[in-house]
């Protein structure tokens, strides 16, 4: 009896043990902490990139206010309703792009695409000199690639311009 009890025995072990390991892959994937995330982003100077972009996003609206007004002379009256329709777009954008809204559409993106032994990686890396170094140099890497993105697309879109207006101008087909 004894023999049996210590078999039985055994065999529960065995079987607690290898339930355990079938159970580490999903323990190890499991999803990362808000600590987590919030250090990684802390790492990653994201409050920082976001508070860049708003500059440049308000860039681009007076560009596109001078590019739809190009050419036009505003009276006054037009000039200060444009003006004042500017300062309330920005305004929105600031209410948008803060910090405040944006930290919880941060954390739910990389709860939603990361594990938290991902997030501990990543934490090591950008936390590391290496990582900090690869986020000085983020800024000029994305200006480089948008640079050579245009070399790109600029022939493409120039020759598809010339395709359109070819194809505008042909006679129209007789229909028979």
Do not use: C
């Not at 990139?49 to 037009?78: C, I, K, N, S």
């Amino acid at each position: 009896m004894k023999h049996l009890v210590q078999k039985h025995a055994l065999v529960q072990s065995l079987a607690l043990a290898a339930l355990l390991l079938l159970a580490a892959p999903f323990a190890a994937a499991a999803p990362p902490t808000d600590t987590q995330v919030d250090q990684l982003l802390e790492v990653m100077r994201a409050r920082k990139t976001v508070e860049a972009m708003v500059p440049q996003v308000q860039a681009m609206q007076q560009q596109m206010v001078e590019q739809v007004t190009a050419g036009q002379q505003l009276t006054p009256e037009q000039k200060q309703k444009l003006d004042g329709i500017v300062y309330k777009s920005n305004a929105q954008l600031l209410g948008m792009v803060s910090w405040n809204n944006m930290q919880p559409l941060y954390r739910e993106i990389y709860r939603q695409t990361f594990s938290g032994e991902d997030m501990d990686a990543m934490i090591g890396f950008y936390g590391s000199p290496a990582g900090q170094n690869l986020l000085d140099k983020m800024p000029q890497l994305m200006q480089n690639t948008m640079s050579a993105m245009q070399r790109v697309m600029v022939p493409l879109l120039q020759q598809m311009q010339k395709d359109i207006q070819a194809e505008a101008t042909k006679p129209a087909a007789s229909g028979g």
